[in-house]
T-cell receptor
Framework: ETGVTQSPTHLIKTRGQQVTLRCSSQ?????VSWYQQALGQGPQFIFQ???????GRGNFPPRFSGLQFPNYSSELNVNALELDDSALYLC???????????FGPGTRLTVL | GENVEQHPSTLSVQEGDSAVIKCTYS??????FPWYKQELGKGPQLIID?????GEKKDQRIAVTLNKTAKHFSLHITETQPEDSAVYFC???????????????FGKGTLLTVNP
């Protein structure tokens, strides 16, 4: 059974640019949640996707957007990058929205 | 919204000793409490979870206790080993919410160091 995978591992962008992060859910999981983890902090919920629809959103501005595809993989898009967007972005998948969430290794985004 | 407080922020123990990490939550509707272990450069790994219909759960050297009245839950690691060294996070969510609020709210983490 393949676990949650994320790409790329690391990314460096400059302020104002746009970025797309990708996540493949664990086999049999149809729900993907995205979290932002700043250095030294716990993960903060961005949003969740279930059956290709957004299913809940945290306190993040609209420039954070996402997609889920028919194979349940997902993308996180961030427009107009700001320095404070530098963080580890984590994707977690679950069988259904209320079930246990299993995390991927994350994508480290650095905004200069 | 939910707020989760975690203590201590750092914990250093000798190999073989026990370690206890405590968390409190604010939303009485929360009913699912997982614990994650995060090693440097990796994503959080689920180590144990508990739902509000039980007061304690054990898995080998790891146990979690839940006090719904006081709104706090704790992670207990016995016979600690150097490979237990990592950052541990507690989290809470309302897994029965019929809407769209299955997010996990995390504590700020505890850096556990097990000295050989």
């Amino acid at each position: 059974e393949t676990g949650v995978t994320q790409s790329p591992t690391h990314l460096i962008k400059t302020r104002g640019q746009q970025v797309t992060l990708r996540c493949s859910s664990q086999s049999g999981h149809n729900t993907v949640s995205w979290y932002q983890q700043a250095l030294g902090q716990g993960p903060q919920f961005i949003f969740q996707y279930y059956r290709e629809e957004e299913n809940g959103r945290g306190n993040f501005p609209p420039r954070f957007s996402g997609l889920q595809f028919p194979n349940y993989s997902s993308e996180l898009n961030v427009n107009a990058l700001e320095l404070d967007d530098s963080a580890l972005y984590l994707c977690a998948s679950s069988t259904v929205p209320a079930d246990t969430q299993y995390f991927g290794p994350g994508t480290r985004l650095t905004v200069l | 919204g939910e707020n989760v407080e975690q203590h201590p922020s750092t914990l250093s123990v000798q190999e073989g000793d026990s370690a206890v990490i405590k968390c409190t939550y604010s939303d009485s509707a929360s009913n699912y409490f997982p614990w994650y272990k995060q090693e440097l450069g990796k994503g959080p790994q689920l180590i144990i979870d508990i739902r509000s219909n039980v007061g304690e759960k054990k898995d080998q050297r790891i146990a979690v206790t839940l006090n719904k009245t006081a709104k706090h839950f704790s992670l207990h690691i016995t016979e600690t080993q150097p490979e237990d060294s990592a950052v541990y996070f507690c989290a809470a969510s309302n897994a029965n919410d019929g809407g769209s609020n299955y997010k996990l709210t995390f504590g700020k983490g505890t850096l556990l160091t097990v000295n050989p």
